[in-house]
């Protein structure tokens, strides 16, 4: 449905919205039905592999559907139209971060709840469209016509609810990957399916997931002043620039070429600012294939890190579609969730300035996260030593820990009342908030990571007395060490779904402050079920390896 936002305290007009439409769920979830009835009967499926193979089928039913609509609207009058909504939507993405009250004169509860999910689609349905030479010329009037016309309107909303139907369809799959048991399809004649996220399993997953949103990588404030000053030097153009370049809130189109000479250049270094607007540039031949954009979200080839559209007109001549709100949304993209990971466009890698810019990157982001564990433990006068390669005995004389295949401790602590050696190892990882990396991640933990910490661990528990007699030397304090006990602990920048499931006690940064003041205690919640026959049961940290192991025994 079209929406028309005025923000009096904002001073903003007409600014123009489209929401989820369930309409068209007359067509097409009716043909859904249809399509799982035929195939694998009526009645509750719950077979793992024909739960899997149906979701598949939906997806790709779906995922036709969707390329169809797409490839029948693609022009430039409706990508410009599109281009507008993702403005108006990184408007109010921002007011409702913010709380702004005024929101809820337009948009229902219902509504915000869909609003990550429908930027999602927007971004989706302009990679989709996006062709590389479209059959009109670029004018006033075609400018013009890509307004919120009722066959805009109409054409968006059917887009918006295959793609967000795609998206859902994908989480199931996902789960299901995570879960084998954790979804079923109840298939019923002459009635709508449905597709159940089964108990505990749609629980525990929304409280990961719940959790999970509220940690956001915002630790390093200065990342994007010092990627503007390298971009600079090499290319004599960078991301600041660039969006003083544009007039405010909206979508813009303009030729190439004409952009590149009153960007206001480094005189004589025009063309070395072509791979720099290269690497922010989304055209028909960098961009993925739909199927895997709906899945792979943190590919730097996404509109998310790419906040310029490139086509040709008619003509020929190469046109850029641009936006205020789009290129903020792709600088914050790049800063909280790209620099610190080396994940920067290939374009600017290819630079040797910059790509060894980006290894910088990369090597300092573990002792970044060091430091300020470092500042934590110092705050709470907790005893500890960092960045650990050698200890230094009472003679003064230092043994590398490197010889005894250990590499680098991060951090070792004590909790000096409970008479516990805490060895700590940091992992600044890349923000996930989707269900697609978690297996991975979680692979990454428990078939490596783990195994490191557990060495580790191993290590000091049989060399206590090094360690003592390295922290008496550098704390120039008497530590007896005889009957300590040690722990190992993960210390993560952002969450992770090994938060939920690790076999070492695992903290966030922003953990640590409650950890600390809780006597070295972090409490993970109890998760308490009810069956249908009254009865209850709990699931505990680790959830999903207990989950695994209720399920093996029958109780769930």
């Not at 068209?24 to 009526?42: C, L, M, P």
């Not at 060495?455 to 030397?473: D, I, L, P």
Request: charged share 25%.
């Amino acid at each position: 449905m079209l929406l028309n936002l005025t923000i009096p305290s904002l001073q903003v007009r007409n600014v123009q919205y489209v929401t989820l439409n369930p309409r068209f769920s007359s067509a097409y979830w009716v043909a859904i039905s249809q399509y799982v009835r035929f195939e694998y009967g009526v009645g509750k499926l719950t077979d793992p592999a024909t739960v899997r193979r149906a979701l598949e089928g939906i997806y790709a039913l779906l995922l036709e559907n969707f390329e169809r609509v797409a490839a029948a609207v693609s022009s430039v009058r409706f990508l410009l139209f599109v281009h507008r909504i993702h403005e108006s939507s990184v408007l109010i993405s921002q007011l409702f971060q913010d709380e702004n009250e005024e929101l809820n004169a337009y948009l229902t509860p219902q509504d915000l709840k869909e609003l990550p999910a429908i930027r999602r689609v927007l971004k989706l349905v302009m990679e989709a469209v996006l062709p590389p030479q479209f059959a009109e010329e670029i004018g006033p009037e075609l400018v013009g016509s890509a307004q919120a016309t009722p066959q805009n309107v109409a054409q968006l909303e059917e887009l918006l609810y295959l793609g967000g139907h795609l998206l859902e369809m994908k989480e199931y799959i996902n789960s299901c990957s995570l879960f084998e048991k954790s979804v079923s399809l109840h298939s019923r004649w002459k009635r709508p399916l449905v597709i159940l996220h089964n108990s505990p399993y749609n629980y525990v997953l929304e409280t990961v997931q719940r959790d999970i949103a509220t940690y956001r990588n915002n630790e390093y404030e200065g990342i994007n002043a010092e990627l503007d000053e390298q971009l600079l030097a090499t290319f004599g153009s960078n991301l600041t620039r660039v969006l003083q370049g544009l007039p405010g809130l909206g979508t813009f189109i303009v030729p190439r070429e004409q952009w590149l000479r009153e960007q206001g250049l480094t005189p004589g270094r025009e063309d070395e600012a072509r791979p720099f607007y290269a690497g922010l540039t989304l055209t028909a031949h960098n961009k993925m294939p739909l199927a895997d954009s709906f899945q792979k979200m943190q590919n730097n080839t996404r509109l998310i890190y790419r906040p310029i559209l490139e086509f040709l007109d008619k003509n020929g001549e190469p046109y850029w579609v641009v936006g205020s709100g789009k290129m903020l949304e792709s600088m914050r993209a790049l800063q909280t969730n790209a620099l610190l990971w080396g994940h920067l466009p290939n374009e600017w890698k290819a630079a040797p300035d910059l790509q060894a810019f980006a290894k910088t990157l990369e090597l300092r982001r573990e002792s970044l996260m060091v430091d300020q564990l470092s500042e934590h433990l110092r705050a709470h006068e907790v005893p500890h030593v960092t960045n650990l390669k050698r200890l230094i005995d009472r003679k003064g004389q230092a043994f590398n820990i490197a010889t005894a295949g250990l590499g680098e401790i991060d951090v070792i602590f004590l909790n000096v009342a409970q008479k516990v050696i805490y060895v700590g190892e940091c992992k600044n990882n890349r923000p996930r908030f989707d269900m697609f990396y978690w297996k991975g991640e979680h692979r990454q933990f428990s078939e490596g990571y783990e195994a490191k910490l557990a060495r580790k661990h191993a290590w000091v528990q049989s060399n206590k007395q090094r360690v003592q007699e390295h922290f008496t030397h550098e704390l120039k304090t008497d530590f007896d060490f005889t009957d300590w006990t040690v722990e190992g602990v993960f210390f993560l920048m952002t969450s992770s779904i090994y938060k939920y499931d690790g076999s070492f006690l695992v903290l966030t940064l922003k953990d640590v402050d409650a950890f600390l003041e809780n006597g070295f205690v972090f409490r993970y919640p109890i998760l308490g079920f009810r069956r249908k026959n009254g009865s209850e049961y709990e699931v505990h940290y680790p959830y999903f390896k207990n989950l695994h192991r209720l399920v093996r025994e029958g109780v769930i």
